[in-house]
């Protein structure tokens, strides 16, 4: 009886095994993709643009670059069921649940950048659902691979143009404008203090992690709209540095940069990078 059931537990074995991979994956998987909208209000942020109205000046802007790090990308139902994308991995853009957003084309104002191509969506796959309500992402890298050379990764992590030399890590965001006073106006959001060697590690004063969270947002109908008049909303961009307080027109994530603390709390942090409550302006539903 013994030598029957074992006989036949191996023969049930791959049936249950399947039946249990079925289990798995009871609900079925569909491609979900969310997009994002860099615009100046309601009009689309582009490399020939000329946008009025900017800041405390109401000053004009052309863009220059536009690039940002984001991952963990998940989808929230309303009865708070969390659903983490599985990022396809394109080779390019994408990698493990990291994305790579880039919104210049290499034209216009954007001329420095000689590289062409777009991306602007984050697309994978979770469990088929009508009832998706809320979006979350955070914008950078996670600290144990901020400091990797970016000349030795693969993509989208050998971008070198994000990479920090001064501050041994990348930049999450890198948003760079001309405006009438300053022939670069920079926001470049990155870990900031950081101290250490590749074989010993890093510690950063400020990690800058910043999480967004947008509600009423359903990726089959809606964009994250990213509306850099919103951005610089509190700043004047024709602020000319005076070389003591303020060495550098914009802000490159220094705890003690004036300019810092208003663009981060567009992301959710506080100037010391601690989390704080996130503003609908630069980040929004449409």
């Not at 979900?32 to 009025?52: D, K």
């Not at 602020?239 to 060495?247: A, H, K, Q």
């Not at 709390?265 to 506080?270: D, Y």
């Not at 704080?276 to 449409?286: D, E, G, M, N, S």
Request: hydrophobic share 35%.
């Amino acid at each position: 009886m013994n030598a029957v059931w074992k006989s036949a537990r191996w023969v049930l074995l791959p049936t249950l095994l399947l039946l249990q991979a079925c289990g798995d994956d009871a609900e079925s998987r569909k491609t979900y993709t969310v997009r994002f909208s860099p615009q100046v209000r309601q009009e689309a942020l582009t490399c020939q643009g000329l946008y009025t109205d900017i800041g405390t000046s109401r000053s004009t802007l052309e863009l220059l670059d536009f690039k940002m790090y984001v991952r963990d990308v998940t989808l929230v139902r309303a009865n708070g069921e969390r659903h983490p994308l599985k990022l396809e991995q394109d080779g390019t853009w994408q990698r493990d649940a990291i994305a790579l957003l880039d919104f210049e084309d290499g034209t216009g104002t954007c001329r420095k950048e000689t590289n062409s191509q777009m991306h602007r969506e984050v697309v994978g796959s979770a469990p088929e659902h009508d009832d998706y309500t809320r979006l979350e992402f955070k914008v950078g890298l996670p600290p144990e691979i901020n400091h990797l050379d970016a000349e030795r990764q693969a993509a989208p992590l050998d971008k070198t143009p994000m990479w920090w030399q001064w501050q041994t890590g990348y930049k999450f965001v890198k948003l760079d404008i001309r405006t009438p006073a300053n022939a670069e106006y920079v926001f470049h959001l990155g870990a900031s203090g950081c101290r250490g060697t590749p074989g010993e590690g890093y510690n950063c004063a400020s990690n800058n992690q910043a999480t967004i969270t947008l509600d009423d947002f359903s990726p089959e109908t809606n964009q994250v709209v990213l509306d850099v008049a919103g951005l610089y909303a509190e700043l004047d961009v024709n602020r000319v540095p005076n070389g003591t307080t303020d060495m550098m027109p914009g802000c490159m994530s220094g705890a003690g940069d004036p300019e810092c603390p208003a663009l981060f709390s567009q992301f959710g942090l506080a100037a010391d990078g601690s989390p704080k409550a996130l503003p609908k302006t630069f980040f929004r539903v449409r």
